[in-house]
């Protein structure tokens, strides 16, 4: 398969925008989600960070074309949201998906117990809060 220009382009921009920094090269910190709902929230703006958990309320979005269009993949796979809860509350999670079609088979299912790493937004830091996690890894620990 031949690589073009635009293909290179797009990968290292999707690279760069999902890597990690430098100064986050660090392991990601365990946190609950208490912590990430308390008022400290907004410390942890599009840091990594590491949950376990129970996935529930999975929903998973239909495989689309990605945005921009100029992307190296036809579409994206295994785009999901669902809530994390553990024992001090719950959290939405979103997973962006990949270009493989097999995607769908690593996400978890409704009431695993899952370990994720994802990067945090705060999308409104005063009460109540409003923070999504990216999901960046999921690890499946546990089956119901």
């Not at 293909?7 to 890597?19: A, C, E």
């Not at 921009?68 to 939405?92: H, I, M, N, W």
């Not at 690593?106 to 999308?123: A, D, F, I, Q, S």
Request: hydrophobic letters at 40%; glycine letters at 4%; one cysteine or more.
């Amino acid at each position: 398969m031949p690589v073009h220009p635009w293909m290179t382009r797009g990968f290292l921009i999707v690279s760069l925008l999902f890597s990690p920094t430098m100064a986050d090269a660090r392991e990601p910190e365990h946190v609950s989600i208490q912590t990430l709902l308390s008022p400290q929230a907004s410390s942890y703006q599009r840091h990594m960070v590491t949950m376990h958990g129970v996935a529930n309320n999975i929903e998973i979005i239909p495989a689309a074309p990605p945005r921009p269009s100029k992307q190296p993949c036809l579409l994206v796979y295994g785009r999901a949201t669902f809530t994390l809860d553990d024992e001090t509350g719950s959290l939405p999670v979103e997973v962006l998906g990949s270009c493989s079609p097999n995607a769908l088979d690593v996400l978890p299912k409704e009431g695993e117990t899952v370990r994720l790493t994802g990067t945090v937004h705060v999308l409104k830091s005063d009460h109540p809060r409003h923070v999504i996690v990216q999901a960046a890894t999921i690890q499946i620990l546990d089956t119901p």
